[in-house]
């Protein structure tokens, strides 16, 4: 990210291996096998190594962008968000404590960030069905947790691609239309897949308000597609 370039510059990129296994688990140390990379590179990070803040970017900033992109559903938007999101974890790095993973750490600094905007612009959001580029392969379009949970909770069979990609479309749609507390906590649970602990922890909720608004959220997209479902029957 632009203002952050000396930092990227100085970094050298962990290896596909060393990106894998820092993705893969939110625990910050692993019992015999040491420090995972991501955090030990953040703990060199508060220690002054900015190359290591560097690292830190080149590994996270594309799927932290993608992310972002489905919360408020423009590039450049999402692309400002992004770099402010790497800026502020750089202003607070004291304030990682290792009881979350780095990516987790900044997701929740963009998360707030990307709420914070969508309340300033009160705008229905478009999205798109294309994958953003540097998406990860597990996940095939923005809307694909959101579809699955949408087809468990009314039992319906597979759809026929020319109809889930209608289908994707429409829920896309109203998403854009949803609220931006609702809008966060679909992603981060149907999209993202962050568990509620986790997402009560970043959104700064009782467990309880946190399952609470999630299940609010649901109806609320479901009632933004009952023009849509009720065409289909």
Do not use: C
Not at 41 to 62: C, F, P, S, T
Not at 152 to 166: C, I, L, T, V
């Amino acid at each position: 990210m632009s203002s952050l370039s000396h930092a990227h510059d100085e970094a050298e990129g962990l290896g596909p291996a060393e990106s894998t296994k820092a993705d893969s688990s939110d625990s910050g140390a692993s019992a015999g096998r040491g420090v995972r990379p991501d955090v030990a590179l953040l703990l060199k990070a508060q220690k002054g190594d900015r190359g290591a803040y560097g690292q830190i970017i080149v590994l996270y900033q594309d799927r932290l962008f993608n992310a972002v992109l489905r919360l408020v559903g423009d590039r450049e938007e999402a692309r400002e968000l992004t770099q402010e999101a790497f800026t502020r974890g750089l202003m607070k790095l004291d304030g990682f404590r290792g009881d979350a993973s780095p990516y987790t750490w900044l997701f929740r600094i963009a998360v707030n960030l990307a709420i914070s905007q969508l309340r300033k612009v009160q705008r229905t959001r478009v999205f798109s069905l294309d994958r953003p580029a540097g998406a990860r392969t597990r996940d095939p379009d923005q809307a694909a947790g959101l579809m699955d949970r949408m087809a468990s909770d009314n039992g319906e069979q597979p759809p026929a691609k020319a109809e889930r990609r209608e289908r994707d479309e429409a829920v896309l749609a109203a998403l854009g239309r949803l609220d931006a507390e609702y809008r966060a906590v679909l992603v981060m649970r149907d999209i993202e897949g962050f568990d509620y602990q986790q997402m009560a922890d970043m959104l700064s909720l009782p467990l309880g308000t946190l399952k609470s608004r999630l299940f609010r959220a649901r109806l609320a997209l479901r009632d933004e597609l009952r023009t849509y479902l009720s065409d289909r029957k």
